[in-house]
């Protein structure tokens, strides 16, 4: 973890991180063009944006320990929109 005042630049995750998120964005242009040139617009869109949504959910869930300290009820409560 970085020191009270260091700059996040200077970390190696920083650039690793950046790689990530610039390769993940053009791969993810790339077929959601792919998918709309094959099936067109009003199949592709829906998809995307549940897959998008279901796959931030994860994981800033996975991130963030959400379910950590969550019984197996409560878990699937939260899957089914409980």
């Known amino acids: 973890l970085p020191?009270?005042?260091?700059?996040?630049v200077r970390?190696?995750?920083f650039y690793l991180a950046l790689l990530v998120l610039g390769s993940t964005a053009v791969l993810q242009i790339r077929y959601l063009n792919i998918a709309?040139?094959?099936f067109g617009n009003t199949e592709t869109v829906p998809v995307f944006?549940?897959?998008f949504t279901l796959c931030?959910?994860?994981g800033s869930n996975f991130l963030y320990h959400d379910f950590e300290?969550?019984?197996?009820?409560d878990i699937g409560?939260?899957?089914?929109?409980?």
Not at 69 to 73: D, E, L, P, Q
Not at 77 to 82: E, M, R
């Open 3 to 8: 020191t009270v005042g260091s700059l996040p």
């Open 11 to 13: 970390e190696p995750v």
């Open 36 to 38: 709309m040139e094959n």
């Open 49 to 51: 944006y549940v897959m």
């Open 56 to 58: 931030t959910i994860l």
């Open 69 to 73: 300290h969550k019984s197996t009820a």
């Open 77 to 82: 409560a939260f899957c089914a929109g409980w």
